[in-house]
């Protein structure tokens, strides 16, 4: 099993080179650590396209717009945590055979209602050995109606990255969202965002979602 970079300490050089599992655990790595090498200088922030993307959706709650993001703000831990399996596709997995179906458990470490410049630890997501399986934002802007987070430098794979919960009322309901704004930290992260982090990445907020839906609108 390969654990680091190639040529470094930790590196296994009795097959790792030639191992396509043991270069998608680098990938991974490198990708929930923004490891392979930050952007520097405008030009690599430049050829690296955004990340826009945005979950939303409408439904009747018991709950203000202000009492969704109340309890959401309070509980964004217990809410947001996501626990479920990706299968990884046939040209990625070892030796080529026939897909694989790998646990993934995203825990983020809140503690206590969220305010301005608190750091958000975040574990995860893959159930197997990975000695950098975490990253961590900070929140960056709490109100009513929403509230913000921002990647950290150095510590999550995607760069100046940010995520914005909102709520607004509706004549049937309300209405929730969760926009995200981002540019990778590195090539190794844009490589296994298109691997499977996009999909996990909307695992994650379709899960919260559904939480917000059916726990919080329905107190």
């Known amino acids: 099993m390969c654990f680091g970079k190639p040529g470094t300490e930790n590196w296994d050089d009795t097959g790792c080179d030639s191992s396509y599992y043991c270069w998608l655990m680098f990938f991974a790595n490198s990708f929930f650590?923004?490891?392979g090498g930050s952007s520097t200088g405008g030009a690599q922030k430049s050829e690296a396209p955004p990340v826009v993307r945005n979950f939303s959706r409408s439904f009747r709650c018991t709950q203000s717009?202000?009492?969704?993001?109340?309890?959401?703000?309070?509980?964004?831990?217990?809410?947001?945590?996501?626990s479920g399996t990706a299968q990884l596709p046939t040209n990625i997995d070892t030796f080529g055979g026939a897909d694989t179906v790998v646990p993934e458990n995203v825990t983020f470490l809140?503690?206590?209602?969220?305010?301005?410049?608190?750091?958000?630890?975040?574990?995860?997501?893959?159930?197997?050995?990975?000695?950098?399986?975490?990253?961590a934002v900070s929140v960056s802007s709490v109100s009513s109606t929403s509230f913000s987070f921002t990647t950290i430098k150095g510590a999550?794979?995607?760069?100046?990255?940010?995520?914005?919960?909102?709520?607004?009322?509706?004549?049937?309901g309300v209405s929730f969202n969760v926009s995200v704004q981002a540019r990778f930290?590195?090539?190794?992260?844009?490589?296994?965002?298109?691997?499977g982090g996009a999909q996990l990445e909307s695992s994650i907020w379709?899960?919260?979602?559904?939480?917000?839906?059916?726990?919080?609108?329905?107190?």
């Open 156 to 172: 999550h794979p995607f760069d100046h990255g940010t995520v914005t919960f909102s709520a607004a009322d509706t004549s049937n």
């Open 185 to 195: 930290s590195s090539a190794f992260s844009k490589l296994f965002f298109k691997m």
């Open 206 to 219: 379709n899960n919260l979602l559904n939480n917000v839906q059916n726990t919080i609108c329905k107190q």
């Open 33 to 35: 650590q923004g490891y």
């Open 65 to 82: 717009t202000q009492g969704v993001i109340s309890k959401l703000e309070s509980n964004f831990g217990q809410l947001a945590n996501f």
């Open 110 to 135: 809140q503690h206590g209602p969220l305010s301005v410049g608190q750091v958000i630890p975040i574990d995860g997501p893959f159930g197997f050995a990975l000695p950098l399986n975490s990253s």
